[in-house]
DNA sequence: ATGAAAGCGCTAACAA
DNA sequence: TTGTTAGCGCTTTCAT
């Protein structure tokens, strides 16, 4: 290869020579020391705003050795929920002059392998991890470097590694006990692939919520999803293929009850008719589907503030296990619920 | 603020002791320079292995006045078709092994200049600027910095900056025609917001489809809206005020026709009984909704792809306007359209 | 075929 | 208060 280097821009010496200063006043200056000068100060920031210089922040990261940048594995951009996280991550990033390192793993895990290698390829100084489906070998490499890290959905910390734990209990007791109120008693559910924590945290708390609700647990009831379209869809086919229907179905996730109401439509089940579903995270979608989908919702923006306090106390904190911060979510009533029609078989 | 060094990770230097060469050598077998013994190589490389380690990039993009980033600036990250976008951009980066800069304007002027701003501080390699309601003003810097720009439905290259031009008159004209088919002859058409370049062209390709067609365009079967389901819902609405209504409705992008539909829904309009609908982007959601969305889609990995290589071309030929690629795109049929019904008042 | 040394732009001791 | 200098990790002449 030739010449790839590039026309370089202006750097601190030439604004040094500019307004007769040395380079280290230059550097005082924007970083707002208070040993210089006003009237220095001042004619260095003139000769700044002539030149349009912009300090660069590589020279800055190689000397401290951090690159500002945090990293963010998801296992998919297709779910509107990642979307919607990464747009408020990225926002409170902005906020602290720092930048976001995307890497999706689209739920495999030579992916999640590459997307580590990447993090600490371009030295980030954290990652927030949600994909679900790790085993610890994958991340082990992150710990090796003592690189600060947030899980989501593990309700497991150890040193150097917080968690943000999503508060599913909550979440499907006020969705339960809202469905007994409205006569509810078959309530099925549809989970996440199985063999994934998080899909078994949801389960359980499912459970939970039934039992808060004294409903018994039936598990003709449960079936498995993959937090898409596509497994929420089929699992309905099979709930209603059951000789006892339940009568409301609450879901791992919005795209699994999307997928569910597909399933109801194509089966000319009216909703909330004959059936009334739920979903979980409150993405933007469900405003948007008829009838509009009644879901458990998650504020992104608290959940991405989170994430961002933990890692600080992550890294305030080295020797000890990280935080383990939990997130309400709250019940939004929508069209796709209402009262239990009067039961066929009884 | 105290120590803000972090405990440095190995260097080439380390490598270099350890293997009994000098950091040279070490550099030349990383970047595969064939002037090293392959045995001094192996050596290296055994090193590399045993140490796990990593080249800082931070270092070379220092040293070569590159950064290997790309900057992406989209307006809003909630219309899925922007994520869909940058999956497959992030894809094609990871390929190069480049990476890609996020900023969202949120259709926000200032925000457009932060995120000008922002691309300039990181020192990116190019911009694909997806944004469309920029004034030239706001990206003036970039020019200056003579950084490859690459726009989204400008229709317009200069010098340093390309464009990627969907084929919004093949689009419409393929959904106008398969409408006058199915007996349509009254087709409405909700755009995106005034003011916007996009918009006037996603307009005139309308009314060229419908010259296309011998259809006659009526003004009153105009509205615009603002890519979102609010614009879409709320123009459907004024065009059911109408006292000869259309019978098929054709949009500037999927989020506005699902909008409409939630207005059909609402109004108690059957689609496709009474009125067919067709969006526009081909959004995975489209697949999800009931009845499924009949669209017009561009494929965001081809998009992606063109966009690098568009930014190679500029990057190739600075002195010349950069290239303009067009992306074809394909009707897609599904449940939202249909036959014309009887009309009423003839 | 390999090494020594300079330099990318910035910052922080240390000196003055 | 300001300047000098060394060095972050890497690449690349220029020597050897």
């Keep these: 290869m030739a010449s790839l280097k590039v026309p370089a821009t202006h750097n601190m010496r030439t604004v040094a020579r500019l307004a007769g200063v040395s380079s280290a006043t230059v550097s005082r200056v924007i970083n707002g020391s208070p040993l210089v000068t006003e009237k220095t100060a001042e004619r260095v920031r003139r000769v700044i705003a002539e030149l349009n210089f912009i300090p660069n922040p590589l020279a800055t990261s190689l000397k401290y050795g951090r690159s500002n940048t945090y990293g963010l594995i998801i296992p998919d951009l297709t779910n509107p929920f990642y979307p919607e996280f990464l747009l408020e991550f990225e926002r409170a990033l902005v906020e602290i002059d720092h930048e976001v390192l995307l890497a999706t793993t689209e739920s495999s895990p030579s992916q999640l392998t590459r997307s580590v290698r990447r993090m600490l390829t371009r030295r980030v100084d954290g990652v927030v991890?949600?994909?679900?489906?790790?085993?610890?070998?994958?991340?082990?490499?992150?710990?090796?470097?003592?690189?600060?890290?947030?899980?989501?959905?593990?309700?497991?910390?150890?040193?150097?590694?917080?968690?943000?734990?999503?508060?599913?209990?909550?979440?499907?007791?006020?969705?339960?006990?809202?469905?007994?109120?409205?006569?509810?008693?078959?309530?099925?559910?549809?989970?996440?692939?199985?063999?994934?924590?998080?899909s078994q945290v949801r389960?359980?708390?499912?459970?939970?919520?039934?039992?808060?609700?004294?409903?018994?647990?039936?598990?003709?009831?449960?079936?498995?999803?993959?937090?898409?379209?596509?497994?929420?869809?089929?699992?309905?086919?099979?709930?209603?293929?059951?000789?006892?229907?339940?009568?409301?179905?609450?879901?791992?996730?919005?795209?699994?009850?999307?997928?569910?109401?597909?399933?109801?439509?194509?089966?000319?089940v009216p909703v909330p008719g004959q059936m009334s579903v739920i979903g979980f995270d409150g993405i933007m979608m469900t405003e948007a589907i008829q009838p509009a989908l009644t879901t458990i919702?998650?504020?992104?923006?608290?959940?991405?503030?989170?994430?961002?306090?933990?890692?600080?106390?992550?890294?305030?904190?080295?020797?000890?296990?990280?935080?383990?911060?939990?997130?309400?979510?709250?019940?939004?009533?929508?069209?796709?619920?209402?009262?239990?029609?009067?039961?066929?078989?009884?």
Tied chains: 1, 2.
Excluded: W
């Design 129 to 198: 991890l949600m994909a679900s489906e790790f085993d610890t070998r994958s991340i082990e490499p992150l710990f090796e470097r003592r690189i600060p890290i947030i899980t989501v959905d593990r309700r497991r910390t150890v040193r150097g590694c917080g968690d943000i734990a999503i508060d599913f209990e909550s979440g499907y007791k006020q969705a339960v006990l809202y469905l007994k109120n409205l006569g509810h008693r078959n309530i099925a559910f549809i989970g996440g692939n199985e063999g994934l924590r998080t």
């Design 203 to 268: 389960l359980n708390a499912f459970r939970a919520a039934l039992k808060h609700a004294s409903l018994p647990f039936n598990p003709n009831l449960v079936r498995v999803g993959d937090y898409r379209l596509a497994g929420g869809d089929a699992a309905m086919q099979s709930l209603l293929a059951q000789p006892r229907r339940p009568t409301a179905v609450l879901t791992a996730n919005d795209l699994t009850a999307m997928g569910a109401m597909r399933a109801l439509y194509a089966a000319h």
């Design 297 to 346: 919702s998650v504020s992104r923006q608290v959940m991405a503030q989170s994430c961002l306090k933990a890692l600080d106390r992550v890294k305030a904190n080295r020797s000890k296990p990280g935080p383990l911060i939990r997130i309400d979510c709250a019940l939004v009533l929508r069209q796709s619920t209402g009262p239990s029609p009067k039961r066929r078989n009884e």
